[in-house]
Structure formats: C-alpha cells, structure tokens
C-alpha cells in the first residue's frame, strides 16, 4: 500500500522569509512518480512538479524548488523568499508508474501555508 | 487548452435525496478520475476511467455511488439516498496516456442536510 505523509499541518511565516514543506512516502513499488500540488483558498488543485523515482536530481523552477532522496523516502518543497501569494494548501502525492493500471494519486493530509505580510 | 470543468459547484441537498454531478475532462485527456476531499484531508480516489471504461473503484465508493463515462468523453457521478456523510467536496481529473500528472476541475461542493 502506499502513503505519504506531511507532519507539517501548518507553517506560518512572513514574508520574504524562505520555507520547507516535508513530504515522507512509503510504496512498494521500484518505479513510481511524486507531486505537489497546491490548493489555494478558491479550492482549485494546481499541478506545481512530478518527479519520476529514478531521477533524483533536484529541480528548481523560479523561487521554488524540490529535493527528492530516495534514501530517505522523501520530496521536500522549499519557497525562497515568500510572498503572501504563496498562501494556500500544499499536497504531496504519490502514483505508481503501470500505463497498464490506473496510477491513482495518493494524497498526504496537507500542509496549510501562511505567509504574513 | 480549456481545463477541467466540473458542473455544479455547489449542490445542497436533503437526506434521502438523489444527486449528480458532470465532469468534462480536458479534450485530448483519456483517462478520467474522480476524488472526494472533505475538510482538512487531502484527496481520496474514488474511481478511474480509460476512455469509457470504468477500470477502477475505491472501496469507498458504496452501493449508493455510480459513475459512467459515456463515450469516453464527460463523466457523471451520482450519488443515491444521500447521507450527511456524503457531505464533501468531489474533485475530477484527467490525464493523457504516456503523462502521470493529473489536472483537477474546480471541484462540486456538496452539502447534504
């Protein structure tokens, strides 16, 4: 079975300060791909990175950035500089990687980001 | 590309009643997914299309819950008798083969009183 796990139910920062969202996964699967989504309050989920499982470079698009460890079971997001825009629900999900299955998502429970003016 | 869009938003319903929701998936999109969030929890898949075939069903999906996708093209879920704890927001997505990330619709808020 697999389950990812976000112990961070909420962070609050202030702005330009930098932050890191955890993401801890279990899966049995060798192949398989990880995403964070973000959920700000309109509710709308917007697709923000997959990372597949046998690519462990780490990615940064603009003031965000990922590090996957394998050897940890992990896909951290960091915000540099963060603005009040920023300010919404992050998941962390996992999928399996079969073209011949369905590769549902499984979600983590969230973490609530807040970023203060 | 238009995105995922989901029809209605909001639904507000009686105990017992019947409800519906319509998903149309972004167009090229084959594959097809329904997923229910309720309040400070992520999403929980409920079902998966491939084209029109319904290839998937979560446990969580009772007796009391249906979806089809005629055509391969729209989706509806309808959920009989409901119950308060049906109460929740239902979420679509759709993918295209050969790209695992998946696009959600805005969601259908339901509230069931």
């Known amino acids: 079975a697999q389950k990812v796990t976000q112990a961070q139910t909420e962070i609050s920062v202030v702005e330009k300060e930098d932050v890191t969202l955890d993401c801890v996964y279990e899966?049995?699967?060798?192949?398989?791909?990880l995403f964070w989504y973000k959920q700000p309050p309109s509710g709308e989920l917007v697709f923000l990175i997959r990372?597949?499982?046998?690519?462990?470079q780490n990615e940064i698009s603009g003031r965000y950035s990922w590090n996957f460890q394998k050897s940890t079971s992990s896909f951290n997001f960091t915000i540099t500089a963060s603005q009040v825009v920023d300010s919404a629900v992050y998941f962390c999900?996992?999928?399996?990687?079969?073209?011949?299955?369905?590769?549902?998502?499984?979600f983590g429970e969230g973490t609530q980001l807040t970023v203060n003016p | 590309d238009t995105g995922v869009s989901q029809d209605p938003r909001h639904k507000i319903t009686k105990r017992g009643q019947n409800v519906t929701f319509r998903c149309d998936p972004i167009?090229?999109?084959?594959?097809l997914y329904w997923y229910r969030q309720t309040l400070g929890q992520g999403p929980e898949f409920l079902t998966y299309?491939?084209?029109?075939?319904?290839?998937?069903k979560s446990r969580l999906l009772s007796d009391r819950f249906s979806a089809e996708r005629p055509k391969g093209s729209f989706s509806t879920l309808e959920i009989q008798r409901t119950e308060q704890g049906d109460s929740a927001m239902y979420l679509c997505?759709?993918?295209?083969?050969?790209?695992?990330?998946?696009?959600f619709g805005p969601g259908t808020r339901l509230t069931v009183t």
């Open positions: 990372r597949n499982s046998f690519d462990e």
């Open positions: 999900a996992l999928s399996e990687a079969r073209e011949t299955s369905g590769s549902r998502l499984t």
């Open positions: 899966t049995r699967d060798t192949t398989y791909y």
């Open positions: 997505a759709s993918r295209k083969d050969g790209y695992y990330e998946q696009y």
């Open positions: 167009s090229e999109h084959n594959r």
């Open positions: 299309f491939q084209n029109e075939a319904q290839l998937e």
